[in-house]
């Protein structure tokens, strides 16, 4: 949580005045971050971020593994009914190539979300709220078609579909 909400530019008085730690737990996690150098902690507890804003965690690291079994699952526990927020479910088949067009142009997204977050961190805290977005691309099929999808060998035994009018020899 410190590490989400340093790299998002809150301040050690921030944190102390939203959050349930002490000063002395606070300055023990920011310690640990600073090993990590994921921050710099600077005389007075000021906090320099070491990583830029739209780093990327390790694939298959701690982090990721924490964020799949809590944070995702947390996540879209929500009907996406409520103010600021707001869930799109697209389906189509793509090409491969048509595929890494969407993916550039969600990389594309995710820059515009990073200017715009570091453009509003100038604002006081109660200005801005933690805004999370997700994008998510991959070739899927819901498991129900899959279990319901004939398997190749079945298919060379499917008869021809029957036209209208005709009947079946």
Request: charged share 25%; aromatic share 6%; proline share 5%.
């Amino acid at each position: 949580m410190v590490g989400v909400l340093v790299l998002s530019h809150w301040t050690v008085e921030q944190i102390l005045e939203q959050y349930q730690l002490s000063q002395a737990q606070l300055v023990g996690l920011l310690t640990r971050l600073d090993r990590l150098k994921i921050i710099d902690l600077l005389p007075g507890n000021r906090i320099k971020v070491r990583l830029a804003r739209n780093f990327a965690w390790r694939k298959g690291g701690p982090i990721q593994g924490f964020f799949e079994q809590r944070v995702q699952r947390q996540f879209f526990e929500s009907s996406f009914l409520g103010p600021g927020e707001l869930r799109l479910t697209v389906h189509g088949s793509l090409s491969p190539r048509s595929n890494a067009v969407l993916q550039l142009r969600m990389r594309k997204l995710a820059e515009e979300l990073d200017a715009l977050a570091e453009e509003d961190k100038q604002l006081d805290q109660q200005s801005r709220a933690g805004t999370t977005v997700v994008l998510a691309i991959r070739p899927w099929e819901l498991s129900l078609f899959t279990e319901l999808r004939r398997r190749k060998a079945d298919l060379r035994t499917v008869p021809a579909p029957v036209s209208p009018g005709r009947t079946a020899r």
